[in-house]
């Protein structure tokens, strides 16, 4: 039998650190000595994949806590070993793309900035149990208060949803930010005053077709982002 590496040891060993109080251990090293150094690596591997199914003890986080605003407007998303994610993306007043993804199995954070997989850089993250640690806090921060402005500034800059990733390729949709069906999933997290512009601008446009907004989308103004581009195979986003 092939008894677990040392590297499964001190995964365990946090892994239970952060799931006491639900398992009801008292002594995580005494537990540790007794029931689980001479685990084989297989059992050890299955007993990891367990305790991060079960989920850590609720605590109160000091200082930025991103896990819950992921959970509410986050994308689903899966890697390849099938783990969970929680993706949102947002634009830094400093016009950096940031994307906040969270692992509702590991309960990391990870916040990455850069528009490209390939060239995103990590900026920060969120250990489970402890406040997030990194740069772009007064953003993320906002961003956690209200997400309203952060939507619509995504919209305006990207052309894309900041909650699927989409791109919008309608007027309704540019206006609200998002698509039809991110807006009724998520408008309720949105402040008042961000939902009743949109419904102002939407009943404007829906009045008049030479309404116009004054702002651009994608760089572009607003009777290019309505024109259709057979070459780009869509709407200008």
């Given at each position: ?6 590297r499964?040891?001190?995964?365990i060993n946090?892994?239970?650190s ?5 398992l ?9 000595d ?12 299955e007993?990891?994949?367990n305790?991060?199914d079960?989920?850590a003890?609720?605590v109160e986080i000091e200082g930025?806590?991103?896990r819950?605003i992921c959970?509410e ?9 099938g ?6 993306h947002?634009?830094?007043n ?5 994307r906040?993804s969270y692992?509702?199995?590991?309960k ?5 900035a850069?528009s490209?997989?390939a060239?995103?850089?990590q900026?920060?993250t969120?250990r489970?149990?402890h406040g997030?640690e990194?740069?772009?806090v007064?953003d993320?921060e906002?961003?956690?208060k209200d ?16 909650a699927?990733?989409k791109?919008?390729e ?19 997290m ?5 939902i009743?512009d949109?419904?102002d601008k939407i ?6 077709e ?6 651009s989308?994608g760089?572009?103004?607003w009777?290019?982002?309505?024109a259709?581009?057979d070459e780009?195979?869509?709407?200008y986003s």
């Open positions: 039998m092939e008894l677990l590496t040392e499964q040891l001190k995964f946090s892994l239970l952060e799931r006491k109080t639900i009801g251990i008292e002594d995580v090293q005494a537990y540790m007794d029931r689980i150094c001479k685990l084989s690596k297989r059992d050890a591997s007993l990891i994949g305790l991060l079960l989920g003890d609720k930025l806590d991103l819950d959970m407007l986050g994308r689903v998303s899966q890697s390849y070993n783990r969970e994610y929680r993706n949102v947002l634009l830094a400093d016009g950096t793309r940031l906040v692992s509702p199995q590991t990391w954070v990870n916040v990455k850069g490209e997989y060239e995103r850089e900026v920060g969120q489970p149990n997030y990194g740069s772009y007064e993320l906002a961003f956690v997400p309203s402005p952060f939507v619509k500034r995504y919209a305006e800059v990207t052309g894309a949803c900041c699927c990733g791109t919008l309608d007027p309704l949709s540019l206006i609200r930010g998002m698509g039809i069906i991110c807006w009724d999933k998520w408008s309720g949105f402040s008042v005053e961000h009743q949109v419904q009943a404007q446009f829906k009045a008049d030479s309404f116009d907004t004054d702002t989308y760089g572009r103004d009777d290019e982002a309505m259709y581009d780009e195979l869509g709407y």
